[in-house]
């Protein structure tokens, strides 16, 4: 297995338009989390799923923002009506539910947004 | 809340120099304790993690870190830096139930200098 993969790894998009961008998760992991990373701040928190069942979501989700994990394999994340506010990096990462908290989470490359 | 603090968003040291990044936490229950470096336009990889037992913490590509109750600290080090250890580094808590999720602080920006 080769680690958590994001595609796509940039994202150019004009204000207003859709995107969507695609996590897979290592195989047997069934934590994934989203999360959103601004110039010069770490990650921020955006939502959380426990195989296909988000169960929770960040304020900064606003309603442009959805996320699925069908199947509890993939996941991915959309923005609708993109704003310049969303440009950023955005990172997926998985860990295993065997000792939950113990575990620490594989991060993805992240796909990096510029909304222009 | 859990909250992380990391004093310094940049800092430089010379090749061959004492590296040490600050972290310092805020956790109502017994923390678990992360830190990953980022690479430019890179995800972030796990350097060491301590969840309980042994308070210093031996990582990868030479770092460690101790974890100091009564100063609620896990600040970084590495005794000789190498030009390759230029990144950016994060300190993370991770929430102590439910979610798991990690609260992370702003990042430390280490250059390197020869």
């Known amino acids: 297995d080769t680690g958590v993969s994001q595609d796509p790894r940039h994202k150019i998009t004009k204000r207003g338009q859709n995107v969507t961008f695609r996590c897979d998760p290592i195989?047997?992991?069934?934590?994934l989390y989203w999360y959103r990373q601004t110039l010069g701040q770490g990650p921020e928190f955006l939502t959380y799923?426990?195989?296909?069942?988000?169960?929770?979501k960040s304020r900064l989700l606003s309603d442009r923002f959805s996320a699925e994990r069908p199947k509890g394999s993939f996941s991915t994340l959309e923005i609708q009506r993109t704003e310049q506010g969303d440009s950023a990096m955005y990172l997926c990462?998985?860990?295993?539910?065997?000792?939950?908290?113990?575990?620490?989470?594989?991060f993805g490359q992240g796909t990096r947004l510029t909304v222009v | 809340a859990q909250s992380v603090t990391q004093l310094g968003s940049h800092v430089s040291v010379s090749e061959g120099a004492l590296v040490l990044l600050r972290c310092n936490y805020s956790?109502?229950?017994?923390?678990?304790l992360f830190w990953y470096v980022q690479y430019p336009n890179q995800g972030l990889q796990l350097l060491l993690k301590?969840?309980?037992?042994?308070?210093l913490v031996k990582g990868i590509n030479g770092f460690e870190a101790e974890f100091k109750k009564s100063e609620t600290s896990f600040h970084l080090t590495k005794p000789s830096a190498h030009m390759s250890d230029a990144a950016e580094y994060f300190c993370?808590?991770?929430?102590?139930?439910?979610?798991?999720?990690?609260?992370f602080g702003t990042g430390t920006r280490l250059k390197v200098l020869a």
């Open positions: 990462a998985s860990t295993s539910g065997l000792r939950s908290r113990l575990s620490e989470a594989f």
């Open positions: 195989s047997e992991h069934n934590r």
């Open positions: 799923f426990q195989n296909e069942a988000q169960l929770e």
């Open positions: 956790s109502s229950v017994p923390p678990y």
């Open positions: 301590y969840t309980t037992g042994a308070t």
């Open positions: 993370a808590v991770s929430e102590s139930s439910g979610t798991y999720k990690y609260i």
